[in-house]
């Protein structure tokens, strides 16, 4: 589900809601459920202060159900090994206020850049790291880029 509650950026939520389906088929967790909430630079700055004591908006971050020990294994094929299973993931807050930017630096379409950000946020649900996996986290991702035809 992605509710918009924020009104900075035009978004087509449909495209994004069947975004948000394939991934979740790709990785193997289409009966799993995520909520995608697209909010204010404003509301992003209280979220990235209160749960990360940054300042100022980030573009996503995502606050998962469960605290995995380790990330949920992604086979070959890029299917999660728990395929099938029905749990609540998470949630994932995303401002496209901050998506803009980034898209204009990267040179990408603010619907690319959401899209990169909802692959993003799921991949964290899942337990995954950037900052502390040595890599893995990026390989998935740039495969599911290539996947879905999102530029680098």
């Given at each position: 589900m992605i509710l918009n509650q924020q009104r900075e950026v035009r978004v087509a939520m449909r495209p994004l809601e069947s975004f948000l389906r394939k991934v979740k088929r790709e990785l193997g967790v289409n009966e799993s459920e995520v909520t995608v909430c697209l909010v204010s630079d404003k509301a992003m700055a209280r979220l990235n202060e209160s749960f990360r004591n940054k300042k100022?908006?980030?573009d996503v971050l995502s606050f998962p159900t469960v605290a995995r020990p380790r990330p949920v294994r992604v086979r070959r094929g890029l299917h999660a090994a728990?395929?099938?299973?029905?749990q609540y993931l998470g949630d994932i807050a995303i401002s496209p206020a901050t998506a803009r930017r980034y898209a204009t630096s990267h040179?990408?379409?603010?619907?690319?850049e959401?899209?990169?950000l909802i692959v993003?946020?799921?991949l964290h649900l899942l337990g995954y790291d950037h900052e502390t996996d040595r890599g893995e986290m990026d390989k998935i991702e740039r495969k599911l880029r290539k996947r879905f035809g999102?530029?680098?």
């Open positions: 100022g908006p980030t728990n395929s099938g299973e029905h040179d990408r379409t603010v619907a690319s959401l899209r990169v993003h946020g799921v999102l530029t680098p």
